[in-house]
């Protein structure tokens, strides 16, 4: 990251930090989602995990588009258009087919043209098990950019000009969506996104297993690190008696603990590193909680929507 506004050439905002249900959930009385609703101020509401990314502030590409993505993209910051209609979403880049990271696509049907970069696992569970991609090509022109794993490609606007950012998926130890009825390579992945000409990258991983060096190696390259903060243990669900599942096994790797992401992440010395992606059920979401200063202790911070970085 530079320092210096003139030096500023990616902006990144986090739309929504939640992890799917957003914070509180609607159905939730949890701690932390009672605590939202009853004392406000010892936890911020968050919506569904999002983030936008734009070179000139005016142009954006949304990193997975969420069930919250109308009054996201109204966040937006753009100058007030001529137009009788404006789109300021260039493109839409999902990490998996999840529904809190796809729902936003057919939500954003009155664009009438939208650009979706995936790979191609997840572009069959789009067309075929969701139907996400079906439904939304009724009302408007989708033009789809297969994704290759490991592959760098470039980000074009919905004109085809380039805008100067790249992407690169990586494959992430995580399962499909369960109501996916194949499990192909690149289902899940994490992306590193780069502005060719300050050089200035990020990583987005929203979803993650488990952190291997491979993840970590290419994580550390970075400027700004995005990383899922789904759970903070293992165990979370089920000591609360909301689910049967532990963290793991819902492919999300736990934050705290010997083995927990805190502890890898923090070893990363030149990105600043932010969890997104977080459950209503993460005692980090309580401002002031001893699971916060724990974070903040090892470098990290919790994301909150609205955050604004600089690349
Ligand atoms: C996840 O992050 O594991 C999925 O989004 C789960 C879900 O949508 O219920
Ligand atoms: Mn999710
Ligand atoms: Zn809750």
Not at 45 to 52: D, E, G, K, N, P
Not at 283 to 300: F, H, I, K, Q
Request: proline share 7%; with cysteine; aromatic share 6%.
């Amino acid at each position: 990251m530079k320092a210096g506004p003139s030096a500023i050439r990616v902006h990144v905002i986090l739309l929504g930090t939640a992890a799917g249900g957003g914070f509180p959930q609607w159905n939730c009385w949890c701690p932390t989602c009672r605590a939202a609703r009853i004392t406000p101020d010892r936890a911020l509401r968050r919506r569904q995990s999002s983030t936008a990314v734009s070179v000139d502030g005016e142009r954006w590409f949304l990193l997975n588009a969420s069930p919250d993505v109308r009054e996201q993209v109204d966040c937006l910051p753009a100058p007030v258009p001529a137009g009788v209609r404006h789109v300021a979403v260039e493109g839409i880049v999902a990490t998996d087919a999840e529904l809190d990271h796809t729902l936003g696509i057919v939500l954003l049907r009155e664009a009438r043209h939208l650009q979706l970069f995936v790979t191609r696992a997840v572009r069959l569970i789009l067309e075929q098990d969701s139907r996400i991609l079906p439904v939304t090509a009724a009302f408007a022109r989708v033009e789809i950019t297969e994704m290759q794993l490991e592959q760098t490609q470039a980000l074009p606007y919905r004109n085809d000009e380039p805008s100067g950012l790249t992407i690169m998926p990586f494959a992430v130890p995580a399962g499909p969506p369960r109501f996916a009825r194949e499990q192909k390579p690149g289902h899940t992945v994490g992306l590193i996104l780069r502005d060719e000409s300050s050089g200035g990258s990020c990583g987005y991983v929203p979803g993650c297993g488990q952190l291997d060096q491979n993840i970590l190696d290419l994580l550390g390259d970075t400027d700004l690190v995005l990383f899922d903060g789904t759970f903070w243990t293992d165990d979370e669900l089920i000591s609360l008696g909301i689910g049967d599942r532990s963290a793991r096994e819902m492919d999300h790797q736990p934050i705290s603990g010997p083995g927990g992401s805190l502890s890898q992440l923090a070893g990363l010395s030149r990105p600043r590193k932010v969890y997104t992606h977080i459950n209503n059920t993460n005692p980090m979401l309580l401002e002031g909680s001893p699971e916060r200063a724990t974070v903040e202790r090892a470098g990290l911070t919790v994301g909150a929507d609205g955050m604004t970085f600089s690349l």
